[in-house]
């Protein structure tokens, strides 16, 4: 046993421990699933401190909302004051100004779109939402990450506080700010400001910290006071990241804006996004969601723009551009400008040609959902023990079946074991799993082998963080939902990140590919999250599946990205080493360049987990059994306490992964 | 206490990074041992990374601290423009102990007393090379006309006067550092630093840079600590060298006094490559006698001579210096060890 080394002899063991556990589970259902017995009211106890408190809270609630919801109401009336081609003539001086010409352009086609499908007015409701929201979440975030660029002391806390910011579903903070604000935009805006401080504050931090220490010895050489070091030398520099900043900060409140939607009340796209998949009327929905990634797009693009530019003279057009606008703003009547149903109607007529399209391409998609549904969520569900039922995969679980299965795990374990440990190790675990399934892993395991690799991983730190939140998880009830969590998260991961790493292969051996795959990917990562369910539930109805589809379309990005950009990286001289050893493309590929992105492989995958996590809760507006039906569900009760539990679990599930694959490998 | 023509003026310096740098020098009344300390706080995980420095700059002189990296010249340069806080020993300026000035007063001597100039430029990628230099001024709070103007000054001096409205990603390195040594010259400072300031550059330009410096320093007659890591440049600019190995100096001395006459076998290696008769000059070696014909200039370098030592003559008059004169055999003395030693 001397070439074992320690790690791997406790991985060993913990092995020899989960799979007794997995063999006793089948005599003792108290194994199975977290016992009811040692579930507390822990959300009523909740309630009853957060109501209070949160209501004794309403009169700031109420300063606040009436202070955001004058300048909302003013922009709102500006914007529906302006007469359309007014306001595109002045977007697009805006895109000309930010990105050239081609922007401009596609500023004027894309909102003349808008326009003609009749969404004008829907769509600027969501753009005053947006304008009030990007200068607030930018203004906090840039003071919060000047401070923790400032105050090295305040930053471990910072970080930890952003990734919480992030990584807790918006729907499960919502109900306490809707008992603080009342029903209204301003709730929505807090939710929407709360959710989109985060990448202002991490690029605030990393712009002022990359500033080189030259231009700061030199500021302060030339005899820079404090105040004129952070914002003559600092700031300037650093302001290239600040507009990227700028750029997430707009993206992330898009698409919150339009999430928030859900609490209804403000006649904005999201809401017409959300009662056109309600009333299954396809167009509209497509139309509306067609209407969000252009905004996105010209948004983001707009953003970006001044991220990238240098001093420079503004363009030719952009003066009498600017007065046309006006002119044409002072000169044309308003609302009477607006085009009839002409567009709304052209989109019903659409709603009866996709419902064709869909009931033709159904055996198509019928195909892909089986193939799917039987093959990798069923099993990755209820296991192998619970698959192999006449039922699901036609044959039953007979005792020649079950000392099959004993024996090939067994021998995968001992023949891969031999040659590595590790293997052997991880082989073991796998077999363990496609038993009993995800969801139906014995619960004493979950948190043993949580327990460990966490405290191995992280420390006592992440140990804390992941032993609690498997409890609270456990106690409030909700065990048998975040086990369904883990369980559809890793099957759209897998999913995803196979697809995405294969692209992401691709990409990176051809140009053509790459420069083709770039507009898609640009797109996709712009596109706000909800807009991922439209074609989702149109192809597959409500369901598990629908969820599933929705969640790798969101996720397949990260991991295209990373691997190209990871193997395009690779070092020049080291190719060329092997090249010049005699590898074949294919070795290269396996033994030289993958191993050499690793870095960055293993980022795209924890990015992938991130993406899906946080698509989790959208995706369960379609109907999933997890923790965001539950914090959706909370919040049709306006059950604080149950959204606020489960959402802290999606978090600590977050966060969890997040630290356990940014380690260093055990 | 400090004489007249002493401008910086370090005794015993101190600079240490590690966990608890304080703690080793609260010992009001103790004479520190350097060696002794040096090796404890390496042994407890500090970095001692100025240790026991103590010398004085003249006004008007060129003084190079020169040493590999890691040797603590570029720690020892910001300790003294007091960019780093130091952890023990004496910083004078003009008589004014520089270690207790206040953050205020610090600034002030800044921004009217010191310029430094940096190994990466430190410009500001934001602002043309016009504006770069009139920063200083423009954080005085001088008027924008007048300090454009000093600028453009500042900019002619370099003679780059035709870039004013370049951004410093338009411009070369070597046109880069033009515009750095022009802003740090712009608020007319008694003191300046310039830290490394052609390393980055390619030889041929850093050759071009030199003279163009020692043609500034003609005509401005600054007080200058200058950084480098290059011998050969050491010797070409410096009235005199400290030598610095692992926080310590340990030589301080004309060019010639460290070729010719190196402190320990450190100090030797770095100068072995050097050769000698394109370093020393006809002052470092004369000495008292009286000779015959046409005069040697005492800034001339030796391999002016080899001509006229070729020719077969023994000695030479110094220019202007009556009663000097250069023994033909002390050059040669020095030419054989650049023959053997290279």
Same mark, same amino acid.
Request: charged content about 15%; glycine content about 10%.
């Given at each position: 046993?001397?070439?074992?080394?320690?790690?791997?002899?406790? @991985?060993?063991?913990?092995?020899?421990?989960?799979?007794?556990?997995?063999?006793?589970?089948?005599?003792?259902?108290?194994?199975?699933?977290?016992?009811?017995?040692?579930?507390?009211?822990?959300?009523?106890?909740?309630?009853?401190?957060?109501?209070?408190?949160?209501?004794?809270?309403?009169?700031?609630?109420?300063?606040?909302?009436? %202070?955001?919801?004058?300048?909302?109401? =003013?922009?709102?009336?500006?914007?529906?004051?302006?007469?359309?081609?007014?306001?595109?003539?002045?977007?697009?001086?805006?895109?000309?100004?930010?990105?050239?010409?081609?922007?401009?352009?596609?500023?004027?086609?894309?909102?003349?779109?808008?326009?003609?499908?009749?969404?004008?007015?829907?769509?600027?409701?969501?753009?005053?939402?947006?304008?009030?929201?990007?200068?607030?979440?930018?203004?906090?975030?840039?003071?919060?990450?000047?401070?923790?660029?400032?105050?090295?002391?305040?930053?471990?806390?910072?970080?930890?506080?952003?990734?919480?910011?992030?990584?807790?579903?918006?729907?499960?903070?919502?109900?306490?700010?809707?008992?603080?604000?009342?029903?209204?935009?301003?709730?929505?805006?807090?939710?929407?400001?709360?959710?989109?401080?985060?990448? %202002?504050?991490?690029?605030?931090?990393?712009?002022?910290?990359?500033?080189?220490? =030259?231009?700061?010895?030199?500021?302060?050489?030339?005899?820079?006071?404090?105040?004129?070091?952070?914002?003559?030398?600092?700031?300037?520099?650093? %302001?290239?990241?600040?507009?990227?900043?700028?750029?997430?900060?707009?993206?992330?409140?898009?698409?919150?804006?339009?999430?928030?939607?859900?609490?209804?009340?403000?006649?904005?796209?999201?809401?017409?996004?959300?009662?056109?998949?309600?009333?299954?009327?396809?167009?509209?929905?497509? #139309?509306?969601?067609?209407?969000?990634?252009?905004?996105?797009?010209?948004?983001?693009?707009?953003?970006?723009?001044?991220?990238?530019?240098?001093?420079?003279?503004?363009?030719?057009?952009? #003066?009498?551009?600017?007065?046309?606008?006006?002119?044409?703003?002072?000169?044309?009547?308003?609302?009477?400008?607006?085009?009839?149903?002409?567009?709304?109607?052209?989109?019903?007529?659409?709603?009866?040609?996709?419902? #064709?399209?869909?009931?033709?391409?159904?055996?198509?998609?019928?195909?892909?959902?089986?193939?799917?549904?039987?093959?990798?969520?069923?099993?990755?569900?209820?296991?192998?023990?619970?698959?192999?039922?006449?039922?699901? @995969?036609?044959?039953?679980?007979?005792?020649?079946?079950?000392?099959?299965?004993?024996?090939?795990?067994?021998?995968?374990?001992?023949?891969?074991?031999?040659?590595?440990?590790?293997?052997?190790?991880?082989?073991?675990?796998?077999?363990?799993?496609?038993?009993?399934?995800?969801?139906?892993?014995?619960?004493?395991?979950?948190?043993?082998?949580?327990?460990?690799?966490?405290?191995?991983?992280?420390?006592?730190?992440?140990?804390?963080?992941?032993?609690?939140?498997?409890?609270?998880?456990?106690?409030?009830?909700?065990?048998?939902?975040?086990?369904?969590?883990?369980?559809?998260?890793?099957?759209?991961?897998?999913?995803?990140?196979?697809?995405?790493?294969?692209?992401?292969?691709?990409?990176?051996?051809?140009?053509?590919?790459?420069?083709?795959?770039?507009?898609?990917?640009?797109?996709?990562?712009?596109?706000?999250?909800?807009?991922?369910?439209?074609?989702?539930?149109?192809?597959?109805?409500?369901?598990?599946?629908?969820?599933?589809?929705?969640?790798?379309?969101?996720?397949?990005?990260?991991?295209?990205?990373?691997?190209?950009?990871?193997?395009?990286?690779?070092?020049?001289?080291?190719?060329?080493?092997?090249?010049? %050893?005699?590898?074949?493309?294919?070795?290269?590929?396996?033994?030289?360049?993958?191993?050499?992105?690793?870095?960055?492989?293993?980022?795209?995958?924890?990015?992938?987990?991130?993406?899906?996590?946080?698509?989790?809760?959208?995706?369960?507006?379609?109907?999933?059994?997890?923790? #965001?039906?539950?914090?959706?569900?909370?919040?049709?009760?306006?059950?604080?306490?149950?959204?606020?539990?489960?959402?802290?679990?999606?978090?600590?599930?977050?966060?969890?992964?997040?630290?356990?694959?940014?380690?260093?490998?055990? | 206490?400090?004489?007249?023509?002493?401008?910086?003026?370090?005794? =015993?310096?101190?600079?240490?990074?590690?966990?608890?740098?304080?703690?080793?020098?609260?010992?009001?009344?103790?004479?520190?041992?350097?060696?002794?300390?040096?090796?404890?706080?390496?042994?407890?995980?500090?970095?001692?990374?100025?240790?026991?420095?103590?010398?004085?700059?003249?006004?008007?002189?060129?003084?190079?601290?020169?040493?590999?990296?890691?040797?603590?010249?570029?720690?020892?340069?910001?300790?003294?423009?007091?960019?780093?806080?130091?952890?023990?020993?004496?910083?004078?300026?003009?008589?004014?102990?520089?270690?207790?000035?206040?953050?205020?007063?610090?600034?002030?001597?800044?921004?009217?007393?010191?310029?430094?100039?940096?190994?990466?430029?430190?410009?500001?990628?934001?602002?043309?090379?016009?504006?770069?230099?009139?920063?200083?001024?423009?954080?005085?709070?001088?008027?924008?006309?007048?300090?454009?103007?000093?600028?453009?000054?500042?900019?002619?001096?370099?003679?780059?006067?035709?870039?004013?409205?370049?951004?410093?990603?338009?411009?070369?390195?070597?046109?880069?550092?033009?515009?750095?040594?022009?802003?740090?010259?712009?608020?007319?400072?008694?003191?300046?630093?310039?830290?490394?300031?052609?390393?980055?550059?390619?030889?041929?330009?850093?050759?071009?840079?030199?003279?163009?410096?020692?043609?500034?320093?003609?005509?401005?007659?600054?007080?200058?600590?200058?950084?480098?890591?290059?011998?050969?440049?050491?010797?070409?600019?410096?009235?005199?060298?400290?030598?610095?190995?692992?926080?310590?100096?340990?030589?301080?001395?004309?060019?010639?006094?460290?070729?010719?006459?190196?402190?320990?076998?450190?100090?030797?290696?770095?100068?072995?490559?050097?050769?000698?008769?394109?370093?020393?000059?006809?002052?470092?070696?004369?000495?008292?006698?009286?000779?015959?014909?046409?005069?040697?200039?005492?800034?001339?370098?030796?391999?002016?001579?080899?001509?006229?030592?070729?020719?077969?003559?023994?000695?030479?008059?110094?220019?202007?210096?009556?009663?000097?004169?250069?023994?033909?055999?002390?050059?040669?003395?020095?030419?054989?060890?650049?023959?053997?030693?290279?």
């Amino acid at each position: 046993m001397a070439r074992f080394s320690r790690s791997e002899r406790l @991985w060993a063991v913990l092995l020899a421990v989960s799979a007794l556990m997995v063999v006793l589970a089948h005599q003792m259902p108290v194994l199975r699933g977290f016992p009811t017995a040692l579930t507390l009211p822990l959300s009523e106890a909740l309630n009853a401190v957060i109501t209070p408190v949160f209501e004794a809270l309403r009169p700031i609630g109420r300063l606040l909302s009436t %202070m955001i919801e004058a300048p909302l109401a =003013a922009i709102r009336a500006g914007l529906a004051w302006a007469p359309w081609p007014a306001t595109v003539l002045g977007l697009a001086m805006l895109a000309l100004y930010a990105g050239g010409r081609r922007l401009a352009v596609f500023a004027l086609l894309a909102l003349g779109v808008v326009a003609l499908m009749g969404y004008w007015p829907k769509a600027m409701n969501t753009l005053a939402l947006v304008l009030i929201s990007v200068p607030l979440a930018v203004g906090i975030g840039f003071a919060l990450g000047a401070l923790g660029h400032l105050v090295p002391k305040a930053r471990a806390g910072l970080i930890f506080l952003l990734d919480v910011m992030q990584t807790w579903p918006a729907f499960g903070y919502l109900i306490p700010l809707l008992l603080m604000f009342g029903f209204g935009p301003a709730a929505g805006l807090a939710a929407s400001v709360i959710f989109s401080i985060p990448p %202002m504050v991490r690029n605030t931090m990393l712009g002022l910290d990359e500033v080189p220490p =030259a231009i700061v010895e030199s500021a302060l050489m030339a005899g820079a006071r404090p105040g004129q070091l952070f914002w003559q030398a600092k700031v300037p520099v650093a %302001m290239p990241q600040l507009m990227v900043g700028v750029n997430q900060t707009t993206m992330a409140s898009l698409s919150m804006v339009i999430i928030i939607a859900i609490i209804g009340g403000f006649n904005d796209i999201g809401w017409e996004v959300l009662s056109a998949m309600r009333a299954a009327e396809l167009g509209r929905s497509l #139309g509306a969601g067609l209407v969000i990634v252009l905004i996105a797009v010209l948004l983001d693009r707009i953003t970006r723009g001044f991220a990238g530019r240098r001093r420079g003279v503004a363009p030719r057009w952009l #003066g009498p551009g600017l007065m046309a606008a006006l002119v044409l703003a002072l000169l044309l009547p308003g609302e009477a400008l607006l085009p009839d149903e002409e567009g709304q109607r052209w989109l019903r007529r659409l709603d009866a040609w996709l419902l #064709g399209f869909v009931a033709w391409s159904a055996p198509v998609f019928a195909v892909l959902r089986n193939a799917i549904t039987y093959g990798v969520m069923l099993p990755m569900r209820l296991g192998f023990s619970g698959a192999a039922s006449p039922m699901v @995969w036609g044959f039953a679980l007979s005792a020649p079946v079950t000392l099959t299965y004993i024996a090939v795990s067994l021998g995968g374990v001992v023949a891969l074991g031999c040659r590595a440990p590790w293997r052997g190790i991880g082989f073991g675990f796998a077999a363990l799993v496609f038993w009993t399934g995800l969801p139906g892993f014995p619960w004493p395991g979950v948190f043993l082998l949580m327990g460990f690799a966490t405290w191995r991983a992280g420390g006592a730190g992440l140990f804390a963080l992941a032993m609690g939140a498997l409890l609270l998880a456990g106690v409030s009830g909700l065990w048998q939902p975040m086990m369904q969590s883990i369980y559809l998260c890793a099957v759209a991961v897998l999913i995803s990140f196979a697809i995405g790493a294969t692209l992401g292969v691709i990409a990176a051996e051809s140009d053509r590919f790459s420069a083709l795959l770039r507009p898609v990917s640009d797109t996709l990562q712009t596109m706000p999250q909800f807009v991922f369910l439209i074609p989702a539930l149109m192809l597959f109805r409500v369901g598990e599946f629908t969820a599933l589809i929705a969640i790798v379309l969101y996720a397949v990005v990260p991991p295209i990205r990373y691997v190209e950009h990871g193997l395009r990286s690779a070092r020049a001289d080291l190719t060329e080493a092997a090249v010049q %050893m005699g590898a074949t493309p294919w070795q290269l590929l396996w033994q030289v360049k993958l191993p050499l992105a690793r870095g960055s492989v293993r980022l795209g995958l924890n990015q992938t987990i991130m993406a899906a996590l946080s698509m989790l809760v959208i995706a369960a507006l379609v109907g999933t059994r997890e923790l #965001g039906q539950q914090v959706y569900v909370a919040l049709s009760r306006a059950d604080a306490g149950a959204g606020l539990i489960a959402g802290a679990v999606i978090a600590a599930i977050a966060l969890v992964a997040d630290r356990l694959l940014r380690a260093p490998v055990a | 206490m400090v004489s007249e023509s002493i401008m910086l003026s370090c005794r =015993a310096l101190w600079k240490v990074f590690g966990p608890r740098p304080g703690y080793y020098f609260d010992t009001s009344g103790y004479r520190i041992d350097p060696e002794a300390l040096v090796t404890r706080l390496r042994q407890e995980g500090h970095i001692p990374a100025v240790a026991d420095a103590t010398f004085d700059v003249r006004k008007g002189e060129i003084f190079v601290i020169m040493g590999l990296s890691g040797s603590g010249k570029s720690t020892l340069v910001r300790c003294l423009s007091r960019l780093l806080d130091i952890e023990h020993g004496v910083l004078e300026f003009e008589g004014r102990d520089l270690s207790r000035v206040s953050g205020r007063e610090l600034t002030e001597i800044r921004r009217r007393k010191m310029g430094m100039v940096f190994q990466s430029f430190g410009l500001m990628p934001h602002l043309t090379a016009l504006e770069n230099v009139a920063l200083p001024l423009k954080l005085q709070g001088m008027a924008r006309a007048p300090r454009e103007a000093r600028a453009r000054k500042m900019l002619e001096l370099v003679e780059l006067a035709s870039r004013e409205d370049a951004l410093p990603a338009q411009l070369s390195g070597g046109q880069q550092q033009r515009v750095g040594i022009a802003r740090s010259l712009a608020p007319d400072p008694e003191l300046w630093f310039l830290d490394e300031p052609f390393s980055a550059l390619d030889p041929l330009i850093r050759r071009q840079m030199q003279d163009e410096f020692l043609r500034l320093q003609r005509q401005l007659k600054k007080t200058i600590i200058f950084i480098t890591h290059d011998i050969m440049e050491a010797c070409r600019l410096a009235d005199r060298i400290a030598l610095m190995q692992g926080g310590r100096i340990i030589q301080i001395g004309t060019p010639a006094d460290i070729l010719l006459k190196p402190a320990d076998d450190y100090v030797a290696s770095f100068t072995a490559e050097v050769a000698l008769s394109r370093a020393i000059r006809v002052r470092d070696l004369a000495q008292p006698g009286a000779a015959e014909g046409p005069p040697v200039a005492p800034e001339a370098l030796l391999e002016t001579l080899l001509a006229d030592l070729a020719s077969g003559r023994q000695r030479f008059p110094v220019q202007g210096q009556p009663g000097q004169v250069l023994e033909a055999d002390a050059v040669l003395a020095v030419l054989r060890r650049d023959a053997g030693g290279g």
